[in-house]
C-alpha cells in the first residue's frame, strides 16, 4: 500500500497520458515541418503516428530462446485466463512481458483508430509497426492451452461441480487479495469504495439468472469484448468477468466442442475489446488507478456468490446459497485454501518482478543522468 512498491501500470497509464497531446491536435514539431521519417504529402511522420515505446518493447525478439519463451508464455496466459481467478496480465507482469504485450495492443488499437478516422496509409503504417513475431507467438501459445484445457474443465463442471467451484473461489479471493496489493496509497475511502462495489455485486447477482443456458450470438461478442480487457489488467481474471456475466459455461462449451460460428464470434470480440477498451482503461488507470481498482477488487469478492459450491445440485453458476454438508466439505475447503495459496504465491513472485523491473529503471535513469553531467564537464 506503500508509496514505494513498484508498479508496472506506470508504464501503461505513461503510454496512455502520452495519446493525449495526438489527441488534442498537439503534434510534436516533426509534425509541423512535415519532413521526417520520409513523411510525404497528406501522410503524418513516423514519430507522430507511432507513440513511443517502452525500453523493454525495443527489442526485437530474434534468439531462439526468446521465440520460444514467448509461446510458453502464451501457453501459460492461456491456461491463466481459461481458470478463473487467474490473470494472463499477471503472468505477463511475472513472465517480464507485460510492457511489451500492452505496447502491442495499443499499436492495434491505433490502427483502428487511424482507419476510423480515413488515414488509411498511416494505419497501414502503424500495422505493419506491430511487433508480429511476438502477437503470433504469444498467440499461438494461448490458443493451444485454450483449446487442450476446455474439454477437462468442461467435465470438471459437470462430474466435480462442488471441488471445481471450491478452487475457483480460492483462485478468485486469492487474485482479490494480490490486486490489493496493486493500489497506490490506499485509503478509507477506497476501502469504502470496495465494499460498496462488493456489496452491489453480491446483490445483483442474487436477482441475476446466474449462468446464462445458450446466450445469443450478441452476448457471446460482448462478453469477449469485456472479459478481454482482463488480459491487460493484471490481478483481474478474463474468465472470472465470464463467470459473473454468466457466460463462462457457454464460452467453454464452444471451445470444447470446436464450435467454430461462436469460436469466431468470441475471437472477433476479442478483437474488437482490446482495441476499443484498451486505451480508454490505460487513460482511466492513468487518472484514477486506484478508484479503477478498488472498484475491480469489490467485483471479484462480490462475485463470490457465483462460485460458492453449495447447493451441488444447482450446477456451476448458480446464485443460491446453502450450507456445506458431509465430509465433501472439508475436501472442498482445503481445495479453496490450496488455490487461495497458489495465487498468493504468484502474487508474491510478481511483486518481486516488479521491484526487480523498477531497481533496474532507477539504475538505468542514475546511469543515464551520470553520462549526461560528464558529458557537459568535458565540454566545459
Not at 503534434?27 to 509541423?32: E, G, H, L, Q, T
Request: one cysteine or more; a negative charge; proline letters at 6%.
Amino acid at each position: 500500500m506503500s508509496d514505494d512498491r513498484p508498479d508496472t501500470h506506470d508504464a501503461a497509464a505513461a503510454d496512455a497520458a502520452g495519446d493525449a497531446p495526438e489527441a488534442a491536435g498537439d503534434a510534436p514539431d516533426a509534425a509541423v515541418d512535415g519532413v521526417e521519417d520520409g513523411a510525404e504529402d497528406g501522410v503524418a511522420p513516423l514519430a507522430e503516428v507511432l507513440p513511443e515505446k517502452p525500453a523493454e518493447a525495443r527489442e526485437p525478439l530474434r534468439s531462439p530462446w526468446a521465440l520460444g519463451g514467448t509461446v510458453v508464455a502464451g501457453g501459460v496466459m492461456g491456461v491463466a485466463e481459461v481458470v478463473p481467478g487467474f490473470s494472463g496480465g499477471t503472468v505477463a507482469l511475472v513472465v517480464g512481458i507485460y510492457e511489451r504485450l500492452v505496447a502491442n495492443v495499443r499499436q492495434g488499437a491505433r490502427t483502428l483508430s487511424l482507419l476510423l478516422r480515413a488515414r488509411p496509409r498511416d494505419a497501414w503504417r502503424t500495422f505493419a509497426a506491430i511487433e508480429w513475431p511476438f502477437v503470433l507467438l504469444l498467440g499461438l501459445g494461448m490458443a493451444v492451452a485454450v483449446f487442450s484445457l476446455a474439454g477437462p474443465l468442461q467435465q470438471l463442471l459437470e462430474d466435480h461441480v462442488v471441488e471445481t467451484q471450491a478452487v475457483f473461489l480460492g483462485l478468485v479471493l486469492g487474485a482479490a487479495v494480490v490486486a490489493g496489493r496493486q493500489l497506490r496509497a490506499a485509503t478509507p475511502w477506497h476501502v469504502l469504495l470496495g465494499v460498496v462495489a462488493a456489496a452491489a455485486t453480491f446483490v445483483a447477482l442474487g436477482v441475476s439468472p446466474g449462468t446464462v443456458e445458450d446466450p445469443a450470438g450478441v452476448l457471446l461478442l460482448l462478453g469477449a469484448s469485456i472479459a478481454v480487457c482482463a488480459w491487460i489488467l493484471p490481478g483481474v481474471s478474463g474468465s472470472f468477468l465470464l463467470v459473473v456475466l454468466g457466460l463462462y459455461p457457454a464460452v467453454i462449451g464452444a471451445l470444447a466442442d470446436r464450435d467454430v460460428p461462436a469460436i469466431m464470434l468470441i475471437a472477433t470480440g476479442l478483437v474488437a475489446g482490446l482495441a476499443m477498451f484498451s486505451t480508454l482503461l490505460n487513460w482511466l488507470l492513468a487518472r484514477a488507478h486506484d478508484v479503477v481498482l478498488a472498484i475491480l477488487i469489490g467485483l471479484m469478492v462480490g462475485s463470490v456468490r457465483v462460485l460458492w459450491p453449495w447447493p451441488a445440485d444447482a450446477g456451476f453458476g448458480s446464485t443460491e446459497l446453502g450450507a456445506p454438508q458431509g465430509t465433501r466439505a472439508l475436501l472442498a475447503l482445503a481445495l479453496a485454501l490450496a488455490a487461495f495459496a497458489l495465487v498468493w504465491m504468484f502474487g508474491l513472485a510478481s511483486a518481486a518482478v516488479q521491484l526487480r523491473v523498477a531497481r533496474r529503471r532507477e539504475r538505468v535513469a542514475v546511469g543515464g543522468d551520470d553520462g549526461r553531467a560528464g558529458a557537459g564537464g568535458a565540454g566545459q
